[in-house]
């Protein structure tokens, strides 16, 4: 996939763990961990929102685009 998913680098560098993540954000840790460890093939822009308003960072911090 061309798009890359770097949650679990913004979760090392704010020192959060998926479990605080996930009770933070009001999403299963399963799915905060489908979406660290890449494998979801979508993202309702409201969680996006709310994963950047309890990480304090930007949708471009999380999401990359790296061509095939």
Do not use: F, H
Not at 7 to 28: F, P, Q
Not at 32 to 56: Q, Y
Request: glycine fraction near 4%; charge should be positive; hydrophobic fraction near 45%.
């Amino acid at each position: 996939m061309a798009i890359i998913i770097n949650l679990d680098v913004m979760l090392a560098k704010r020192k959060m763990s998926v479990t605080e993540l996930s009770e933070k954000v009001g999403i299963t840790m399963a799915n905060i961990s489908i979406l660290k460890n890449g494998k979801a093939k979508a993202i309702r822009l409201s969680t996006l929102e709310s994963i950047c308003k309890v990480l304090d960072c930007q949708p471009g911090d999380i999401l990359e685009y790296r061509p095939d």
